[in-house]
């Protein structure tokens, strides 16, 4: 591996852990930041976006067209990024990251911690220094809901 790989890996690294921790902390600049003008967005086998703005929509809830979810009223999250593939050729990278997710939500009313096992497969596009996801598939590999109490409160 030479440097260019190594340097391209850890701006590639960067834009995935980026995009973490503007969900976890309800950052939509930073979710923002990730994603190419163009990009295309299938999230558990919907497609969900095609183009930033609609993406950024889908986000924030405004628009979730046949995406089904049942996270009510969300309170916190945590992704932990697990393994990482990198293909890098050129300008053109494609990655799967796989991500343990727990979300607590209010369904009823009721606090509810959902951990999901996740993976992203995405490809990113080089323009000049910034690496850009421009393709993402969302994919839920598990899930499990349990009741949760929140020691620290916000």
Same mark, same amino acid.
């Given at each position: 591996?030479?440097?260019?790989e190594?340097?391209?890996? &850890?701006?590639?690294?960067?834009?995935?852990?980026?995009?973490?921790?503007?969900?976890?902390?309800?950052?939509?600049?930073?979710?923002?930041? @990730?994603? %190419?003008?163009?990009?295309?967005?299938?999230?558990?086998?919907?497609?969900? !976006?095609?183009?930033? !703005?609609?993406?950024?929509?889908?986000?924030?809830?405004?628009?979730?067209?046949?995406?089904?979810?049942?996270?009510?009223?969300?309170?916190? %999250?945590?992704h !932990?990024?697990?393994?990482? %593939?990198?293909?890098?050729?050129?300008?053109?990278?494609?990655?799967?990251?796989? @991500?343990?997710?727990?979300?607590?939500?209010?369904?009823?009313?009721?606090?509810?911690?959902?951990?999901? &096992?996740?993976?992203?497969?995405d490809?990113?596009?080089?323009?000049?220094e910034?690496?850009?996801? @421009?393709?993402?598939?969302?994919?839920?590999?598990? %899930?499990?809901?349990?009741?949760?109490?929140? @020691?620290?409160?916000?």
């Amino acid at each position: 591996m030479d440097l260019d790989e190594l340097l391209a890996r &850890g701006a590639i690294h960067d834009v995935l852990t980026r995009y973490f921790i503007g969900l976890d902390t309800r950052r939509p600049d930073l979710i923002g930041s @990730c994603f %190419s003008e163009d990009i295309e967005a299938v999230y558990e086998g919907v497609h969900v !976006a095609s183009g930033h !703005a609609a993406l950024m929509d889908f986000f924030s809830g405004k628009k979730r067209g046949d995406f089904v979810t049942d996270l009510v009223d969300l309170q916190r %999250s945590t992704h !932990a990024i697990g393994n990482v %593939s990198y293909d890098i050729q050129g300008d053109r990278a494609l990655t799967e990251t796989g @991500c343990l997710a727990h979300l607590i939500d209010l369904p009823g009313g009721k606090l509810r911690m959902r951990t999901r &096992g996740l993976r992203y497969r995405d490809e990113l596009r080089r323009t000049g220094e910034r690496w850009l996801i @421009c393709r993402r598939e969302h994919i839920l590999d598990w %899930s499990r809901d349990d009741d949760v109490k929140i @020691c620290n409160p916000v």
